[in-house]
Structures are given as C-alpha cells and as structure tokens.
C-alpha cells in the first residue's frame, strides 16, 4: 500500500532494499486496482487548492507550456487516452482503438456525445485539426511534438473515427496519447493554435470535468465543475491552482491550512509536516530516473569498464539517503519501478557499492594510481569537468559523486551553472564531459529517443551513445505487437544498458506528497498524473 | 537616460548565455528549437532587432513577451501597481518607523536605548529577506493565524480590509531591507544637528525641548535624510524581487525574475525602461522635496 503511516522511516526501507529488494519494490507500489483510500462514503462540494510555481500556459501543445502548466492542462483538457491506475492506457476520449496487422496504422473510435464547454461538439475533425495544424506542423515546433515522429497524418473516417498513418510502428502510440496530448478545439484555435492569448491565459475551451473560470495573473487559476462533462459528475465544486513560487512558502501554506495538496520538493523539510495535524505524509512513484552521462566523444568513457567502475565508485544508496531522505531506489536500467508490468528488480543489486571493485576495472581498463593517489593513463592523470544546472537536487549530488570519485583516483571539477545557460551548453552545444541530469517520460518503457543512435549528438541521446545491439532492441520494443512479446523485448532492454550502461543510472526517485487529511480519493500515483482522477476526489466533512 | 539603460539592456540579456525557456528546455528537440528561435525572430542579428524596438518603443509599443504572447506593456501594467503599494507601503512603515527610532537615539545618544536600537538595526541589516519572510509566515500565519500567508487576496474574499491584511507581512519584510539605513542616517544627521550653535540659541531662547526638536532640529537634520531615501528607492525596487518571490506577491520583482531566468527579452528590457523611469522619477521628487524643506535651495 502507498499511504505510508506517519512513522513510516525511509531509512528502514533502504535496508529493506538491501535485504529484499521485491519486498520494498512492493511496498513503494501503487495497488493494481488503485483500490480507495479512503473509509466511508464521498461526499460532494468543497474546494481543493493546490499550489503552482508559476502563471501556467492553458494549451498542452504551447512550447511554453512548462512544469507549472501540467496539472491544469490535465484537468481541463482530455487526450484520446489517459493513463490508468496501472500507468497502462486507459480509454479517454476515445473509447477503443484497433491495430492494423502491418501496424501502421491505428484507429481510434471516439466518445459520442462529448461537447466542449462553449456548447460546440467534440468531433473527429478537432483530433485531427490537433495532430495535423499543430502537432506535425513542424514550423510551429509545439511542444511533445517530437514524441509524435512516427506519426505521418490523422485522418477523420467519420465524425467519431480517426486513423493514425505511421511512418514506422510505434507500439507505445496509446501511452504516449495519455501524456501531456490534450485535445484542443478546432473551432476555437484554427487561427492561431499555439498564441491565441484568451485561450492560452484565460479561459479556453476544453472538455474535461473542471473548466477554467477565471485566470488571475500572478495569483490563481480557479476552476469549476464543468457541467456538460460526459463522465460521472465531479464531487468538487472548485479546484484552484494558487501561484506561489517560493518552496518555503508552500510548505507554510499547508501547514497553515491554505492548501489541500502539494508536491513536497524540499524533502528536508519531511519531519516539519508529518508532525502537522491535519497532514498527511504519502510517498508516490515516479517515471523518472536519474543519470550520470559521460560524453562518448571522449575516448576516455568509451570503455564499458570505466564506466562500471564508476557506478561501483558512486555510493548510490548515500545520494538517496542523504538528498532524498530515503525517498528512491538504486537505478540500474531506464525502465523505472512505476511501470510495473516491465521492471526487472533482479538487476538492483548488480553494482553494489565497491571502491576496490571500481579500481580493479580502472587498472584493467589502463589507469593506474599514479603520484598523490590520482589515477593516470599514458602519464595524463584521470581528471574532467562535471557541468552542474542549480535545479533540485543536482548540487548536492554531484559533490557527493565527486567526492566518491576522488576515493578512487578520479578527480572531477565542479562547473556550476545557472540552468538556462546549463541548457544551453550541455543540451544545446553538447559541450560537455560529464554532467548529471534526470529524465522524466511518458508511462511506457519505450525509450527509443533517448538512446537510439539516431538521437546522438542532436536528440535526447545526452551522452551520444550508439550501439547498434541496442538500436535494434529499441525497434523491436517498438515493433512488438503484444504485451508479453513487449516485456520480453524490454526485459532484455534493461539487461542489456545495465551491462553497458549507455548512461550511468543512480537512482528512481519517489515523489512526496502533502495532503490535508480531509481529501479522499486521490489515487496513489504521483500527483500530475492523480489529477487526471480529480472527479473522484472528494473532501470529508470536518 | 532611460533609452541609454534600455540599450544597455537590450544588449546585455541578450549576449548572456542561454535563449528563451520555451527552447532551452531540456525535452526539446533540435528540430523543434531552430523552428521556435525562427518564429521569434532571434535568428536575427541584435542591433538590427534593437533597432526595431526602439522604433516601436518610442510609439509606446514595448512588443510581445516570448513567453506568454501578451503585450509587455499590459505585464506590467498588470502588475505595477501591486508593486507600488508593496513598496509605497514599506517605504512609509521606515520612514515612519524610522525617524522617531533615529531621533530618539540620538537624543539618548550613548545609552542603553541607543546601545539596544543599534544592536537591533545592525541585526535588520544583516537578515536576508527571504528568511524574514518565511519566519514572518510562520509566526503569523502558521502558529498565530492572525495573518494571511501569502497572495495579495483570499481564495474567496477580496475586500479593502482582506487586501490590506495581505500586504501587512510583506510591507514589513520589505521594510527591513531600509529602515536600519534610515535609521542610522536620522540619528547620525540628528546628532550633527543638536550640536549647531542655533540649537544652543533656541534651547537658552526657553524654548520647550519638544519645539527645539521639532521645529528647529528635525527640520534641518531631515535634509540628507530626504536625499538618502532617494538614493534607496532602487534599492527598495530590488528588494521587491525577492519578498514577492516569498510572499506570492504578483508585482513586478516577480515578474523580472521570471523574465530573466526565462530570457525574456522584450519583458525585461520593459521592465528595466519602466524601473529606470521609477528611479529617476524618484530622485527628481528627491530634489523637489529639497526645495520644500530647505528654502535655501530654489530651482532656477
């Protein structure tokens, strides 16, 4: 179960890991069935206020459309899936979908009946408008957009069909419809579908249970049940999203009462809130995992063994203990523990922590220790620098790591960076050696556009791996027509980049939640994927 | 001197490192980012865009934010006058905190009142705003809940009474950032004042030692106080940028350092013309003010 008591003690489940791995993977799971939390019967009205770091953009496919936009855009909006309790794809606006036998093509049967909140119908012709004027519209550069490559045209059969034309097949298409792919209307955006400002900073027409009814800049965005929603009604009257940047202040907020639920980033502050009355401390999975990339365009980390000596050499359970509080577990593959029908936990002791271990594969891979302890090949000593963006956690980490590289022989400089300009250099430029960074993805263990070698040097392949093995393992993921073919070809996946490690996996961390104890029926997924459920939500009477 | 800071400027954040948030995200594609920085027009060479502004500028067209599309012009208009009653408010609470604490040190000059008042603004000057902001929180909203968190209105209400409730905790860490400054400038121009020959005259005179204060000492003693708070209306502006930040106050501090950390052009190049317009508005009030307080200084 995911609702942790309150004397739930992180610190215990790392031994646990290292006990039983299965036992906790089980106990950091959300139930199959999102079985409720909750005792006794739902109950309607009342608010739910929930704290954002910023004014959001209301139009899922705007490149500004960042962090802070998720949560409403999920609400309002609707894709043609969403995703389920078990992070498979669950029927949205579309309520079945069928394969072609070659695969490429899909069709989507969509819900009758639906209407957007203006009154007008929702139809096959705003799916393709979508996908056709803004998604595949290469100039507009929308965001998610790269997600859709495989996508050729969508094309209306009727009024309540589409069919999805394929370049190549894509099996994950469905999971990746459940993610950030909000539907938008035709009606409203056909002359501008990404800057039409009353839309996108004020109150847009959408399908979903709640509906915008007023955007305040710098505030709040308050929401209402929308009444001409096709699903069961809402319990909530109101949800509101307040702006409140600072961290800190969110944390007081909740405590004073202010809010309903918020995503604890801060975990130090953890203890501060358990002991709130009125609070209630949840820990959630995430699909995220993070990673060290070495730069393969540097000799130097194109042997397999140097790179395992270095995860040898990086005390993970540390990271995760001292940075998220026991919130995480050691990461030795992409596919991360919330995708449960695809994690392998048998890899997760496959590089314990080991220093002589990591020096055994250096000195096989030619380092040797050389005058005052550092490492040194061809008489050049084993040093680089490590580009660090100040987001989250990543400053503390990456002086851990450098601390653990330097017990055996590596030193790595610390080149710290305002994020943008970080962005700007390790992203953009691909100037870089090392730097440490995470990646979060849609619900499905298809990985291709961060590790196929067509995404070296330009895509989201950060440390230009290319593997030709591993390319055709990620097609194959992506041809398999089946759910037992996919695990399989996945299962050899994760053995394969644990071996290799195109990246260097550290950990998968969990998300905390804060929740005031009188919201019920929040399903135990992190919170930017429970907000999809916000209809079953519901507040006890005090 | 407001186009030389807008050059400057314009200039500036366009030679720092990085572009705009929507392309440096870090889940966008290459792709995707040269058709965004196309759409922007950042493809362009910087005089030839500067140029451009200035011409729509003068006609009071400030352009569009890369961010949100809208009209700079309407950001800011948007969130100025949150601004302004944020730091109208602190600048009244250290002036009319600040003088009397100023003047009463410095007629107890060496005692224990002034020992503990000079403790206590070295104390002011030295917490950083965010920290008192938070505390502030905690204190009155948290554990006392006789004060509203943050925002500048309830999620309900919007009265004059629940607006001003709203602006007590921020005005008062805003305050901070000047008062021990006022302070200090009050009780050293004070002392210089009370030890003029004229003060001596107007005491033997029999005059009330209230008059003397008032009338004669404070009058000529708040002549380069005037002058210091001027000098600290930037300073002020400044601080607006991280009490709005503790607070959720949706001003304009705020608003830049969105725009800086998303590489906002046009935003803050409209943000800095519309400060550097404050700043220098602020030190010609200075200067009108000098001519009230002190007849001996006129504009000719």
Redesign the interface.
């Known amino acids: 179960m995911q609702l942790l008591p309150m004397s739930f003690r992180p610190s215990a489940c790392i031994l646990v890991v290292a006990l039983a791995v299965s036992a906790c993977t089980g106990a950091g799971q959300p139930a199959a069935s999102g079985a409720p939390s909750a005792q006794g019967q739902p109950v309607a009205g009342g608010?739910v206020?929930i704290p954002i770091g910023?004014?959001p953009?209301l139009n899922p496919w705007s490149?500004?459309a960042?962090v802070e936009s998720l949560f409403i855009n999920r609400v309002i909006f609707e894709g043609l899936t969403k995703p389920g309790k078990d992070l498979a794809p669950a029927p949205d606006l579309a309520t079945s979908w069928t394969i072609a036998p070659d695969g490429l093509s899909w069709t989507f049967k969509l819900r009758d009946g639906v209407k957007w909140t203006d009154g007008k119908p929702f139809s096959a012709d705003d799916v393709a408008f979508t996908f056709n004027d803004i998604v595949l519209k290469?100039?507009?550069?929308?965001?998610?957009?790269?997600s859709y490559a495989a996508v050729k045209s969508v094309t209306v059969v009727d009024p309540t069909t589409v069919r999805f034309d394929l370049s190549r097949k894509f099996a994950a298409l469905a999971s990746f419809l459940a993610y950030n792919s909000g539907i938008v209307p035709k009606h409203v955006l056909s002359a501008d579908p990404l800057?039409t400002?009353s839309f996108?900073?004020g109150t847009p027409v959408s399908t979903g249970p709640f509906k915008v009814e007023k955007y305040?800049?710098?505030?709040?965005v308050?929401l209402v049940r929308n009444d001409s929603y096709f699903g069961p009604k809402p319990y909530l009257d109101k949800v509101?999203f307040?702006?409140?940047?600072?961290p800190?202040?969110q944390i007081?907020?909740a405590?004073?009462g202010?809010l309903t639920i918020m995503i604890l980033d801060n975990k130090a502050a953890v203890d501060r809130v358990k002991n709130a009355s009125g609070l209630t401390v949840v820990s959630r999975p995430l699909v995220q995992y993070y990673w060290l990339a070495l730069n393969q365009t540097d000799s130097r980390f194109t042997d397999v063994r140097v790179r395992q000596a270095f995860v040898h050499a990086i005390d993970r359970k540390a990271i995760i203990k001292s940075v998220e509080l026991g919130y995480g577990q050691v990461a030795n593959s992409p596919i991360t523990p919330a995708l449960k029908a695809y994690f392998d936990p048998s890899l997760s002791e496959k590089y314990p922590y080991d220093p002589p271990k990591a020096k055994e594969l250096l000195a096989a891979a030619g380092w040797t220790p050389g005058a005052n302890g550092v490492l040194q090949k061809d008489g050049k000593p084993f040093q680089f620098t490590m580009d660090v963006g100040q987001r989250g956690v990543l400053e503390p980490v990456n002086a851990l790591i450098q601390q653990d590289l330097k017990n055996v022989g590596v030193i790595a400089d610390l080149n710290t960076m305002?994020?943008?300009?970080?962005?700007?250099?390790d992203?953009?430029r691909r100037d870089y050696t090392a730097t440490v960074?995470w990646w979060t993805y849609p619900s499905d263990p298809d990985v291709f556009p961060y590790y196929h070698s067509s995404a070296a040097g330009?895509?989201?392949n950060i440390p230009g791996y290319q593997d030709p093995k591993l390319d055709d393992l990620l097609v194959q993921g992506q041809s398999a027509s089946d759910l037992e073919q996919r695990k399989a070809v996945y299962k050899q996946l994760q053995a394969y980049t644990s071996e290799t490690l195109p990246y260097l996996f550290l950990w998968y961390p969990q998300e905390i939640d804060v929740l005031s104890s009188s919201l019920q029926g929040v399903p135990e997924l992190g919170l930017r994927d429970a907000v999809q459920y916000i209809g079953e939500w519901w507040l006890a009477k005090k | 001197m407001v186009v030389f800071a807008s050059a400057l400027t314009f200039f500036f954040v366009n030679l720092?490192?990085?572009?705009p948030?929507?392309?440096?995200?870090?889940?966008?594609?290459?792709?995707?980012?040269?058709?965004?920085i196309?759409?922007m027009g950042l493809d362009r060479p910087v005089p030839e865009r500067y140029v451009e502004w200035l011409a729509a500028a003068v006609r009071g067209d400030l352009g569009s934010s890369l961010?949100?599309?809208?009209p700079v012009a309407q950001?800011i208009g948007?969130?100025l006058p949150?601004t302004l009653a944020l730091a109208g408010s602190a600048l009244l609470l250290s002036v009319g905190a600040g003088i009397p604490i100023g003047v009463v040190q410095a007629l107890r000059r060496g005692r224990a009142v002034d020992h503990v008042l000079s403790l206590l603004s070295a104390v002011g000057l030295a917490v950083p705003v965010?920290w008192l902001?938070?505390v502030l929180?905690?204190v009155f909203?948290?554990s006392l809940?006789v004060l509203?968190?943050?925002?500048?209105?309830g999620?309900a209400s919007d009265s004059l009474g629940d607006r001003l409730a709203h602006l007590v905790l921020p005005a008062v860490a805003l305050a901070t950032t000047i008062l021990p400054t006022i302070v200090r400038f009050v009780r050293s121009s004070t002392i210089e004042v009370l030890d003029e020959d004229y003060i001596r005259t107007a005491t033997s005179k029999g005059l009330s030692p209230r008059t003397v204060i008032t009338r004669h000492a404070l009058r000529n003693a708040l002549i380069p106080v005037v002058s210091a708070i001027g000098a600290l209306v930037p300073r002020l502006l400044g601080g607006t940028v991280v009490t709005e930040?503790?607070?959720?106050w949706?001003?304009m501090g705020?608003?830049a350092l969105?725009a800086a950390?998303?590489?906002d052009y046009p935003l803050v190049t409209g943000l800095t013309v519309v400060v550097a317009a404050i700043a220098v508005a602020a030190s010609l009030a200075v200067d009108l003010a000098y001519t009230r307080i002190d007849p001996r200084i006129r504009l000719t």
Do not use: C
């Open positions: 608010t206020t910023a004014d953009t490149p500004n960042f290469k100039e507009l550069g929308a965001q998610n957009a790269a800057k400002t996108n900073k305040t800049s710098g505030q709040s308050s509101v307040t702006v409140v940047p600072d800190n202040t007081a907020q405590l004073s202010d305002e994020w943008n300009a970080y962005i700007q250099k992203v953009v960074n330009k895509g989201f | 720092a490192p990085g572009g948030a929507s392309v440096m995200r870090f889940d966008v594609s290459a792709e995707q980012r040269e058709a965004l196309h759409r961010l949100t599309d809208e950001r948007e969130r949150n965010f902001g938070i929180i905690l909203a948290v809940h509203p968190s943050a925002g500048v209105t999620v930040a503790v607070f959720g949706p001003g705020r608003l969105e950390q998303g590489r």
